[in-house]
């Protein structure tokens, strides 16, 4: 049982107490659901907020047709390559051929091949790239060309369309056709012709429109610029090919055909006006769009990198008295770490690629340009930042001409719930800390108090049960208290039967004693009476004279009487012992010659056994009471000659580490396993009910361990097989 | 003249049992079962001996009590304790307050007789002249066995009838072991081993008092005791 105990996970009362602790932990978990809750809400809020905002602006665009005028939104529809796009260009550029100052160049030029050849007498040499883009007053146009052969113009040479040109024609406002040719005789600054429909007239140089021509390994470039009070909304491009000097042009390639007023595209550069009312909306800290039926950007405002929507606060900046305080340091370097490991930061560098700077697209813009104003919640490209975008239709003559779309990123919301989680994640961490501290104290307390008093009650009872020390009686007023109280009255209670059992053979003895003399002494005088009464009537009857005088009775009675009277002052050897004992000096002896001695007596009384002692030393010195250690002697021989069966008994004595050893060995009958430990208690006789010679109460060797414990010593019994038997050991300290 | 012999005794039983047995002896008994009524009686005339019971009705010590006052009457007067009570502790208490034999009841009534007779005989032997042809020498000690006397060195030791016997059996046969057996048929005693262990103690005790040097009574581990009487001893004091 107790074996199989030891193996079991001892559960202890702190541990108990810290599991039923570890239901603090749902209170941070209903405060993590509170703040996402409270996040949900403010998300529903930004969202109102967002359509709010989308309504307002398209509010000012609706019917407001000549903003969308002279722009190609009245289009049913828009081709690429020909309805071009001017972007906003941020900075200025430098007419040199290069396209390094044209940002984002590759992605928002337009390739031009065979798709978009005019004609072409020979196979196709050429194909070219170009990008359009729009600064302060004038448009700029980015021309990458590809040719096998650049053909410039003879220096002599009076036409201008037997080499390698450029056909550039466009609208003005009152949406006449002008049409230009750039066509050089060198590389260098370009030479812009304005040219007429009637092809007989002189070409008319352009000075308005200047640009750049480069030779590049794989043909030109011609980067140039228009001013844009001359320019409509339509505009087309196209590149003659010439392949021999003053020869006939063998393929053109452009964006429509420029030599038409109906065959142009259009062009689309972002609206100043729109831009102008949408400027007044950019001051609430969301990213703003007005796109046309096809999704082309006519003005934007603000960025999304800053749109973090209204919640967002600019955190005040610490001040220096609160950097430098310990728990702003602490907080600084030891709680904030360890909340976002938890949570997650809102990135202010997020990449969306999602909207090119002039074509949006998107569910929410397709349904908006459906008249439905919708909002919709969409990762970033980069899935770092969440957007929420809305768009609401702009109606002009009950037609969708276009949609404001405004986005806002949740950062502003995500910062203010990371706050509000920093918060509580303190506040908890404090109660939690502060909780735990307590716990643990507390329960340290209680199970040591209790470890306490188990320890006091083990203590109080010996091995064998008997009652060896008092517990101190506990103050407290609490349960434990109260236990520590029952378990010392208990303890008290059977320390005072235990003495009561202890004394009782004293007791016992000594209330039969009178009695005892009372019937002794009658019996006495009854002898004597009966000696006097024989000894006069001497004659009369003398068989009763034969019978040794006494009647036999009175005999029989006093022979009982005697037994009854050793029984007694058996009994009582124990308690006279004690006494005894706490008066007797320690002498300092030799206590080899005391065990040899009596040995040498034991050999005489018992005359028929054998006894051995065994011993390597010659002297022993001992401290202690002699006649005691004799007595000792006496009983435990008395045992082992009681037990032997071969009538031999072997004694040995040894000393070591500051003891002396004594081994008495008989051989006989083995001890039952259970009264091994017993066997040294009062009243416990192993003996069987065969016929005694002498009574046995069991005494015998109770004096034997009292006498062991006066000395500090030990006595136990222990069986040994082959042959079978008994030692008995008792080891006495010598150093005392 | 007869002697008169007091037995303060509260069981009626005991006392009648040990008149009755003084009676056939020839001793004129009286016998009182309390402290109050001895005590009138004892302010009256004083017996020759007086047998006292320890625990007497109510009182714990009424004999101890009794044995007091009656050793304040008179020095010589024989007391002895006849009790129940066998500790070492109530037996130190009684001779201490000038009993001269504390006896256990379990004691036989010849042996009780026969110290009654040997106190009378002691009180008698003092009346007359000492006579050489009842005392032994041993060493420094002598004996006298009359009077029941014992000096060392001249000076007297005072012993009590048991211890008395006991030394005189050892004395008797110097260098002889005596096991506790036979000192108790000589000391006419009957008692378990401890009880001669502890007479022998306070034996020993009387006669340091006297001699701090005295060591003749050796015990010999395992068999008994034995009067030393060798020439080392003697020739110290001699």
Redesign the interface.
Known sequence: MTSRKAFQLRFGLRAKLLLLSSFLFIIPWFGYQYVWEMEKYLRFGQEQTLVGTARALATALHERENLFKNQASFLPNVEQGKDLYGYQLTEAIQLDGLHNDWPYFSQRAHFYNHQQQLFANEPLSLNFKASVGKYDKYLYLFFQVVDNQVIFRGKNSRSIINNDHLALSFSDQNNNLNRFIISNKQAGWISAFSITENTDDIPKPAPHIQGHWLITPQGYNIELRVPLKTLGDKIAFAFFDINQPAGEVVSAIGSADPSKLESLGTILVPSPEIERIVKGMRYTNSSIWVVDQHHRVLASAGSLKSASGVWHEKEKPASESEKSSLWYQFKQQVLLPLYYKVLTKPPTDFIDKLYDARHLSGEHIVSALTGKATSQWRLTTDKQALVLSAAYPIFINNKVQGAVIVEETTNGIRTLRNRALEKLFTVILAIMILGALTFIIFATRISSRIRHLSTQAEQAIDTQGRIIGEMSVSTSHDEIGDLSRSFTTAVNRLSEYNHYLESMSSRLS?EL??P???V???L??LA?QEK?RLSTDENIDKSIDENNGINPYIERAQTGINTL?LI???M??A???E??LT?TDKVVFDLK??VS??????R?VYSDFTFDLNTEISKLTFRGS??HI??L??KVINNAVEFSQDKVITLELKHRNGHAELLINNNGILLPELLSESLFDSMVSLRNNKKQEQPHLGLGLYIARLICQFHQGEISAENHHSPDGVTIKIVLPTKV | MTKRIAIVED?A??RE??A??LR?QGYQVQTYANRETATQAFNLRLPNLVILDIGLNEEYDGGFVLCQQLRAKSASLPIIFLT??????DTVSGLRIGADDYL???I???HLTARISALFRRQEAFKQPVSDEHITKTGPLTIDSLRMTITWHKKPIDLTITEFWLVHALAKHPGHVKNRTQLMTDSKIY????TI??HIKRIRKKFIKTDESFDCIE?????GYRWLSDIDNTSEHD
């Open positions: 000594h004693r009178t005892i003399a009372v002794k002494t009658s006495e005088n004597l006097q009277n007694l002052t058996n009582s050897e308690t006279r012992l006494q005894m008066r010659t005391v001695g009596c040995i040498a007596g034991y005489q002699p006649e004799v007595q002697l006496d | 069981e039983a005991i049992n040990y009755d047995v056939t129940a009570r066998d500790n070492d502790f256990t009841k379990d036989s009534l010849p008692v378990d081993d401890s262990t502890s015990t010999v581990y395992g068999m």
